[in-house]
């Protein structure tokens, strides 16, 4: 049966993934996006889609939203959230999306939510339960999926892992690794969200879902390692307190310190399901955690990364969109402008496209690590975040700390906003006209202290520049 169906976070990591599988099953599908320009879905099935910008903050916004839905899938949250009222705008959030939903023809909404039952729940499980809360009052059918710890390609818990088990053969971890939770699959969350929306059999209840693993934290950080042929050793303290442990975390990951303290206040609570009822009632078979790794390093091998959690515009310093940042100004500013005449546009183009994270900035790699280093120290993103895929870039990724706010390989441009700590605002843009490549660092001062940054780095953007220019420019550029 083909469905109209609502899809908030469109542009989230798990939203990415259930768009594909809902479109490949017939559906009509309303994306709801906070800013279109971010929203670029390569898909062969387009005559499907429909697009809508919303700010579910304002309620006012939500009359884009068609009214002849058949089901609605509520994947909203604000995990990594700087600000401290985060309970307070997931609420807000919650209750517009619900009046709204409540004046329609939709007829089931699906919530994507983590597993409650522990009597002592962290801010952020509180405040999902809250939501929960609002959302069942609204007059549609109600299900609530419940899950923990989930593993896939690209989300933030198998990140977060593989920083931890790649770089450190000795770790020295707080107590709480100690702390038992029931992880599952991205595939089967997929499944689950897609086999629950308009099956009767789901209204009106709420179901945890997880792996067939019951697993400490620190079993799935030696599982993790044995699945990479990796000979690691765990030594747990009980003198890491709640904020050292966020600073570990911060500093050892790709993580931001609001989404690190938001994790270890999390896996400082059991999260284990109460039931498997649904696997049963879905026919859902979920993999091993041991199942759910490999998986997960087999679509990294082939590429097939889908989303990522880094690519969240909450993990940087963009607090609007992207659009605001695609006009680079050019009074008041210091600039870097770099030519090179080049032979071979196309495999420039790829080279451009391959920039950063393992494949690094093509020139004195050290000094972006040592700038990434610096960055992290200072609170801001560091080069951790990496890139989701190594030669694919759209409008919205993060790439380091760069954010892509215009990726047009037609137009053989390609434009990055700096989301690094800086006492002003940063572009870096590559351009490729005429068989000549164009390379503009720009950077706009805010007050004394950031002339003084700039006079500071020149010596090294000199260099650094030049050469990475030339490199790009290089046919026979090798890494």
Known sequence: MHMKILLTGATGYIGKRLLPVLLENGHQVVCCVGDKSRFRPNTPHAAQLEVVEVDFLKAATLAAIPTDLDGAYYLLHSMSATSGNFEEQEALTATNFSQYMSRTQVKHVVYLS???NDKTLSRHLASRKHVEDILAAGSYNFTTLRAGIIVGSGSASFEIMRDLVEKLPVMVAPKWLNTRCQPIGIRDVITFLHKTLLNEKTFNQSFDIGGPDILSYRQMLL????????????????????????????????????????????????????????????????????????????????NLIISSWKDSLISGNIS???SAYIQVPAEGCFKDKQQVKISDPDAVMARIWSIGGDNGWYAANWLWQLRGLIDKLVGGTGLRRGRTSPDKINTGDALDFWRVILADKEQRRLLLYAEMKLPGEAWLEFRIENNILYQEATFRPRGVKGRLYWYAVLPFHFFIFKRMAESIADVNYKK
Do not use: H
Request: with cysteine; net charge positive; glycine share 2%.
């Open 114 to 116: 983590g597993i409650v």
């Open 223 to 302: 599982t993790f390692a044995e699945v990479r042929q990796l000979k690691r050793y765990i030594i747990t303290v009980p003198v890491l307190t709640p904020r050292l442990s966020s600073y570990w975390l911060y500093f050892v990951t790709s993580v931001s310190y609001p989404l690190a303290v938001n994790l270890v206040n999390s896996m400082m609570v059991e999260v284990i399901c109460k039931d498997n009822r649904i696997n049963e009632l879905l026919q859902v078979n979920p993999l091993s955690f041991r199942e759910a790794i490999a998986t997960a390093f087999r679509r990294i091998d082939q």
């Open 320 to 322: 609007t969109k992207l």
